[in-house]
């Protein structure tokens, strides 16, 4: 069956430094690809989102790159600032699977430090 | 639209009481998924509903769960009788059909179990 791969958290980092979150999937037909943010105490929501290899999904300076060769779809920012501190989940959906289910990794939790 | 709407935000309960998760999906979505999300297991997914009709159970962990969609604007979750171990946040997810597949999460209920 399908599933996502998360490195583990929690990442720490300063403020301004580079940000890389791996994420690596198996799925059996050609998924979209998803990073959703869940900010303390709230639900997730979409961050960014890819639907074809090698499309690049962007937002809040986030960014991810689809990467069929690899199986991979990392979420990287050049500059992190406190307010990222966050839980990031990578995610996907594959239309071989019944219905419009996605499948989520383990989650991967971000803390920014001033 | 007001997004997914979860109701209550908090619920505190004895053990062996029965509780009551309510959802409103975003008017016009035709899916509606219930996620438990814990620290030991991470985000699950219990079940999800297409045009009201629940598709997919097996991860309601057992019988004591039950999730119903009278119409296509509220969703309710129940666990009867409730345990220590069912204590988690509860969130609802509403999207579209199609590729993209974005999922639109409530906040969540905070369930702690007594």
């Known amino acids: 069956g399908d599933s996502v791969t998360q490195m583990e958290g929690p990442v720490t980092l300063s403020e301004e430094a580079f940000l890389t979150i791996n994420c690596t999937y198996t799925?059996?037909?050609?998924?979209?690809l998803f990073w959703y943010v869940q900010y303390p105490g709230e639900g997730l929501q979409l961050l960014l989102k890819a639907t074809k290899a090698d499309d690049k999904g962007s937002n809040k300076g986030f960014e991810a790159t689809y990467r069929k060769e690899t199986t991979s779809f990392h979420l990287e920012k050049g500059s992190v600032q406190v307010s990222d501190s966050a839980v990031y989940f990578c995610?996907?959906?594959?239309?071989?699977?019944?219905?419009?289910?996605?499948?989520f990794g383990g989650g991967t939790r971000l803390m920014v430090k001033p | 639209d007001a997004g997914v709407i979860q109701s209550p935000r908090h619920e505190v309960t004895e053990m062996g009481q029965e509780v009551t998760l309510r959802c409103k999906p975003i008017?016009?979505?035709?899916?509606l998924f219930w996620y438990r999300q814990t620290m030991m297991r991470g985000l699950e997914l219990l079940i999800y509903?297409?045009?009201?009709?629940?598709?997919?159970d097996s991860g309601m962990p057992e019988d004591r769960f039950s999730a119903k969609m009278p119409n296509a604007s509220f969703s309710t979750l129940k666990i009867q009788p409730s345990e220590p171990r069912d204590s988690a946040v509860y969130f609802c997810?509403?999207?579209?059909?199609?590729?993209?597949?974005?999922?639109?999460f409530g906040q969540g209920t905070r369930l702690t179990v007594v």
């Open positions: 509903f297409n045009n009201n009709v629940p598709i997919d």
């Open positions: 995610a996907l959906s594959d239309l071989n699977n019944a219905g419009n289910m996605l499948t």
């Open positions: 997810a509403s999207g579209l059909q199609g590729v993209l597949a974005e999922a639109f």
């Open positions: 799925a059996t037909g050609y998924p979209s």
């Open positions: 008017s016009g979505h035709d899916y």
